[in-house]
């Protein structure tokens, strides 16, 4: 488990074969390196240029590890972009099973930060990592933003069709609708309906660790939606 903050390396251009190095990061601090997330938002952090030829290159698809930890907002979160080793990550933490010599220390430093009252997050997917990042920088909890996505793509009628929301924290905080990849409509963060979710699933929003399965959070909103349908009728 990484605690470098990057590493240095040489890479062979595939175009004109040439070597050139680069600087790969495996770890952000923030708030030291705030400077970085811009970069991170964009993934361009990740992305090279041959000196020589101009070839683009990215090392994103190949990060075994990738860590993004804020001390003072209390969080860290683990991206991997191989979901296997996310998953044997997540049964050794939470359920301590298929433990190693090699993996122990790892494992006892996520209960000690678990312990501290960190949020930790395994993630396979990059821009659902950096979205957890943009949530916690702004204060919030993110199974409350992720149940209060459920409720609207439940209870609203949206004009446009879309994949999944996504949370973004710019000028101003919205909910962007994407499909294919692309933003296709944003709509305005609703603070006082996240403040209501956040009272009335307190419990969940306060218990569930290393990892928010969004198939799970829709269930638990449907079916709290459907026990308030019953008590109306």
């Given at each position: 488990?990484?605690?470098?903050?990057?590493?240095?390396?040489?890479?062979?251009?595939?175009?004109?074969?040439?070597?050139?190095?680069?600087?790969?990061?495996?770890?952000?601090?923030?708030?030291?390196?705030?400077?970085?997330?811009?970069?991170?938002?964009?993934a361009s952090i990740f992305e090279f240029e041959c000196p020589y030829c101009r070839e683009?290159?990215?090392?994103?698809?190949?990060?075994?590890?990738?860590?993004?930890?804020?001390?003072?907002?209390?969080?860290?979160?683990?991206?991997?972009?191989?979901?296997?080793?996310?998953?044997?990550?997540?049964?050794?933490?939470?359920?301590?099973?298929?433990?190693?010599?090699?993996?122990?220390?790892?494992?006892?430093?996520?209960?000690?930060?678990?312990?501290?009252?960190?949020?930790?997050?395994?993630?396979?997917?990059?821009?659902?990592?950096?979205?957890?990042?943009?949530?916690?920088?702004?204060?919030l909890n993110d199974v409350a933003v992720e149940l209060l996505k459920s409720y609207m793509?439940?209870?609203?009628?949206?004009?446009?069709?879309?994949?999944?929301?996504?949370?973004?924290?710019?000028?101003?905080?919205?909910?962007?609708?994407?499909?294919?990849?692309?933003?296709?409509?944003?709509?305005?963060?609703?603070?006082?309906?996240?403040?209501?979710?956040?009272?009335?699933?307190?419990?969940?929003?306060?218990?569930?660790?290393?990892?928010?399965?969004?198939?799970?959070?829709?269930?638990?909103?449907?079916?709290?939606?459907?026990?308030?349908?019953?008590?109306?009728?």
């Amino acid at each position: 488990m990484t605690g470098k903050l990057f590493v240095d390396r040489e890479i062979r251009c595939l175009h004109c074969r040439r070597h050139f190095g680069i600087r790969e990061y495996q770890k952000i601090e923030l708030p030291r390196q705030r400077e970085l997330i811009p970069y991170l938002l964009d993934a361009s952090i990740f992305e090279f240029e041959c000196p020589y030829c101009r070839e683009e290159y990215t090392v994103l698809k190949y990060q075994e590890e990738f860590i993004i930890d804020n001390p003072e907002k209390k969080y860290r979160i683990y991206y991997s972009d191989n979901e296997y080793d996310n998953g044997i990550k997540l049964m050794q933490v939470s359920h301590g099973l298929g433990i190693t010599s090699e993996e122990k220390d790892f494992v006892l430093e996520v209960r000690s930060l678990d312990e501290e009252g960190y949020r930790i997050r395994f993630e396979p997917n990059y821009g659902s990592a950096v979205e957890k990042m943009v949530i916690f920088e702004a204060g919030l909890n993110d199974v409350a933003v992720e149940l209060l996505k459920s409720y609207m793509e439940l209870e609203y009628d949206f004009d446009k069709e879309f994949d999944h929301l996504v949370f973004i924290d710019d000028q101003d905080r919205v909910f962007v609708g994407v499909q294919d990849g692309r933003p296709v409509f944003a709509v305005e963060f609703d603070e006082e309906e996240y403040k209501a979710i956040l009272e009335a699933f307190a419990e969940e929003c306060e218990c569930i660790q290393y990892e928010v399965d969004t198939y799970e959070i829709k269930k638990i909103m449907k079916k709290r939606l459907e026990e308030l349908e019953e008590d109306e009728n």
